[in-house]
């Protein structure tokens, strides 16, 4: 394993108890970082505890919908670490249906997981981060963000990671100067459980001709890059949206 440079610093990770979210928080606590992993899903979360080392690993079920939830959790959280060294948002739902046909209800909801939720989860972090001149923050995009529509996402899910990209850019820029940076990672077809339930011949068979490799990325090649951004060796890297996608958007 490289040496991140995790060692005894403090990571929140949103989405912990998702496939990519995992092997995030699997990758940092071993090599030493504390991690808070954050998802709805409490029984994953404490599931996810028993196979880490004890001491580094901690969890807190919460609503990523509710900004009001997201403020108060993550506030118990600096207050539990003091410093918060870094910020991976793995959190997020798909939305599959076309914008011809999305109700509002599915709209809003896909917006406040994917998009409003992760402003105030940046925006709980920034003052301590900002304070210490010193923080890293990983949002997890996608393709679709790019293209309008990914190999499965579409309307309200496209729509929120195009946000996210451009949220992205405005925490680098702004928060850049005082040493706290902020980049994205845009995967496309990942095995997880976000996607497994979409996936017949049909749509197998389709993304295997869009994205070049012919196969899904697994959660620990999607997490490498996210784990590398948040990490020092990537220090002079900021408001960078990076594919991962296995050969898919090609943008210049
Ligand atoms: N898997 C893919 O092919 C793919 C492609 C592009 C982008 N992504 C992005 O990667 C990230 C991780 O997704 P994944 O593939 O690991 O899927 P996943 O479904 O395994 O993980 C998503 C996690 O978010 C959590 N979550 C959803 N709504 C929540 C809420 N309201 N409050 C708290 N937690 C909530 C879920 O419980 C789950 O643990 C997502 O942002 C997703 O959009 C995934």
């Not at 009001?68 to 003091?82: D, K, L, P």
Request: proline share 4%; with cysteine.
């Amino acid at each position: 394993m490289p040496d991140f440079g995790f060692k005894d610093r403090n990571y929140i990770v949103t989405g912990g108890a998702g496939s990519i979210g995992r092997a995030v928080v699997e990758i940092i606590v071993s090599c030493g970082g504390n991690v808070t992993a954050v998802d709805l899903d409490g029984a994953t979360l404490k599931e996810l505890g028993s196979a880490l080392p004890e001491g580094r690993y901690r969890y807190k079920t919460a609503d990523l919908s509710s900004p009001e939830e997201i403020r108060s959790v993550f506030a118990e959280i600096t207050e539990a670490y003091g410093q918060i060294h870094g910020l991976v948002n793995c959190v997020g739902v798909l939305c599959t249906t076309p914008i011809t046909e999305v109700t509002q209800e599915e709209w809003d909801r896909v917006i406040a997981i994917n998009l409003t939720g992760v402003f105030a989860a940046i925006q709980s972090v920034l003052p301590n981060m900002l304070s210490n001149h010193c923080g890293s923050i990983v949002n997890v995009s996608s393709v679709a963000g790019k293209l309008g529509g990914g190999l499965l996402g579409t309307s309200a899910y496209a729509t929120s990671k195009g946000g996210l990209n451009a949220l992205t850019k405005v925490v680098a820029k702004t928060c850049g100067p005082q040493g706290v940076r902020c980049n994205a990672v845009c995967p496309a077809w990942t095995d997880s459980r976000m996607i497994n339930s979409f996936m017949n011949g049909e749509n197998i068979a389709r993304l295997k001709q869009m994205v070049s490799l012919r196969r899904p990325a697994t959660a620990e090649e999607a997490a490498y890059p996210i784990v590398f951004l948040l990490s020092d060796l990537a220090s002079y890297i900021n408001g960078e949206i990076t594919d991962v996608d296995g050969g898919c958007t090609f943008d210049s």
